[in-house]
């Protein structure tokens, strides 16, 4: 076993004899502190004093790394990771100290720099490139404060979750040390913590490197449509584009697609970073094709449009040819020319529903002197001619045409008697909800009439 441990201990020497000299290359050392977990990039001097001395804080990093953001920088890490292991039935938690003395110039980024942040990043695996993914159950603390963020991302969406800024809750103080306690449970996987020193770009800042960089130019989506056209297999017709954002239903600012995209409808490269900086998902809302920042261009042919059209306009057509052409919206007129009158006649129509009108009613050969209509939806409808309130819609009676005769003397039956006056004086009262003495016809036998 002595034997054993004076080997290892003479390898360990000459390891380090070989590190110093010469013999190896910067990708040789650059592969030595990636396996050992520690910070791959620098100069040759500064791989050499990383293998000899690591830092503290920087001996437990395993060699794996986060896939980049086009919305941060991962700067050295602050701290070192912090393993957690499984829990399938209980919680653990697992406390990381932070203490801004052992990286006095990082710390000093954070105070001075505002786009210097402290983000606390999570994976699944300690090898590759890892998406930030935390336990579905957990929460950070810091200095005893809860965190609100969002750990678990979008729903059924891989790599959507969003590292976590503490710079707010931490004290920014060179001697005290900040306490960061990750507490989960119900995990059948193991998971590794670490705190990283990030620099931040803005949305704004990245929308003006995309306006900056290389555009789909006009002449190019013009020789497309052309090319398209020419197809003696497809049959090209004009299309319409709409100048609003599928995101924000706003008009677009700066028109703009991957690369990679086959169609002319645009998306507000603002809109499109504001949701990707939310939950990144980096897909195409139009196609659904992967769309990452690499990829984004600004579309010359549909920025000219938007400069020479007013933004009242929402939409244009595009020939086939790739000409286009700015059509108002069809004016369709809502209103009636006589809608008023016409909802009065309805009006009335529903009111005659409930009228009876009753004109001529012969009755052994005598016809009263003066028709009348009565009314049966009221009690107070049935009045006298001379009363000073009309029923409402007696003075529409006019417009309608003679009603029929109703003849009360014809009968299949001719020897069948005719009813008697007094049993149609009981139906008309309370038919009517009135006074019998109103309707002196239905009252009053006929002084012609023999029983």
């Known amino acids: 076993m002595a034997s054993s441990s004076l080997i290892q201990r003479n390898d360990v020497s000459a390891l380090l004899r070989q590190v110093q000299g010469n013999s190896l290359f910067n990708r040789q050392l650059s592969t030595i502190c990636q396996v050992n977990g520690l910070k791959s990039t620098g100069v040759k001097a500064e791989l050499q004093r990383r293998i ?39 919680r653990n938690s697992v406390t990381i100290p932070l203490k801004l003395s052992h990286c006095p110039k990082n710390a000093q980024r954070c105070i001075d720099d505002k786009s210097y942040r402290i983000m606390v990043f999570c994976a699944s695996d300690n090898s590759g490139v890892q998406d930030v993914a935390f336990p579905h159950q957990s929460e950070l603390r810091v200095n005893g404060d809860e965190i609100k ?51 931040i770009t803005t949305v704004p800042e990245l929308v003006a490197t995309i306006a900056s960089r290389s555009k789909i130019t006009e002449e190019s989506v013009i020789r497309d449509l052309n090319k398209i056209a020419q197809d003696p297999d497809v049959v ?40 990707q900086e939310q939950g990144p998902q980096w897909l195409c809302p139009i196609c659904n094709k992967p769309a990452p920042f690499e990829q984004l261009a600004v579309d010359g042919y549909v920025k000219a449009i938007l400069e020479k059209t007013p933004k009242s306009l929402e939409t244009v057509t595009i020939e086939p040819n790739g000409k286009w052409s700015s059509k108002p919206p069809r004016e369709e007129s809502l209103s009636r020319p006589n809608g008023a009158a016409l909802e009065d006649d309805d009006d009335d129509d529903d009111d005659d529903d409930d009228d009876v009108e009753v004109s001529e009613i012969i ?26 309130t009309r029923p409402r819609g007696s003075s529409h009676s006019a417009k309608r045409p003679a009603p029929a005769v109703i003849d009360l003397t014809l009968s299949s039956d001719d020897e069948e008697p005719i009813q008697r006056p007094n049993k149609r004086q009981h139906t008309g009262a309370s038919s009517y909800r009135g006074s019998s003495s109103n309707l002196p016809f239905l009252s009053e036998s006929p002084s012609n009439y023999t029983p």
């Open 236 to 275: 090209a017709t004009s299309q319409v584009l709409s100048l609003k954002c599928p995101l924000s239903y706003m008009r677009l600012e700066v028109p703009c697609r991957s690369v990679r995209c086959t169609h002319l409808q645009c998306f507000d490269a603002t809109s499109y970073l504001q949701l």
């Open 149 to 199: 963020a969002n750990l678990r991302g979008l729903k059924n969406k891989p790599g959507s979750t969003r590292p976590v800024d503490i710079t707010s809750a931490l004290r920014l103080k060179r001697d005290y040390m900040n306490s960061i306690e990750f507490t989960y449970a119900l995990t059948t996987k193991k998971y590794y913590l670490i705190v990283n020193l990030c620099k």
């Open 52 to 90: 000899v001395n690591p830092s503290p804080y920087g001996s437990g990093t395993p060699g794996f790394s986060f896939k980049p953001s086009p919305f941060y920088t991962i700067e050295p890490s602050l701290t070192g990771v912090a393993p957690s292991p499984a829990m399938a039935q209980h």
């Open 363 to 388: 009755i052994g050969g005598r016809q009263p002197a003066t028709p009348k209509r009565l009314y049966t939806d009221t009690a107070g409808s049935a009045g006298t001619e001379g009363s000073a």
